[in-house]
């Protein structure tokens, strides 16, 4: 049974940073590409950034230079590193595998 848990969602400032981490199990999690994805109110989930089992990364134009995703084999763990926040970050954040997703995480970005 695949398994992919969220944590590090809250309530920050602009400028300022966290760090989500997305634990998985249940599948090959070692050679596995792994994405987040986020969705804000009203509108549809955007990819943000993807990691493959070499740890190759692409990221989404609107968060490269500010987030930086990594992943630890050893504790089936893909973290997603955001600084600089912005209120358009604002949105639920998702760990996801292939057709798998977590349950999210909430962000909330204040001007």
């Known amino acids: 049974q695949v398994r992919l848990v969220e944590s590090g969602g809250g309530l920050v400032q602009a400028g300022e940073s966290l760090r989500l981490s997305c634990v998985a199990s249940?599948?090959?999690?070692?050679?596995?590409?792994l994405d987040w994805y986020r969705q804000a109110p009203g509108k549809l989930r955007d990819l943000v950034a993807q990691?493959?089992?070499?740890?190759?990364?692409n990221y989404a134009d609107s968060v490269k230079g500010r987030f930086t995703i990594s992943r630890d084999n050893d504790k089936n763990t893909v973290y997603l590193q955001m600084n600089s926040l912005k209120p358009e970050d604002t949105a639920v954040y998702y760990c996801?595998?292939?057709?798998?997703w977590g349950q999210g995480t909430q962000v909330t970005v204040s001007s």
């Open positions: 996801t595998w292939r057709d798998y």
């Open positions: 249940g599948m090959p999690f070692g050679i596995s590409t």
């Open positions: 990691i493959t089992g070499g740890s190759s990364s």
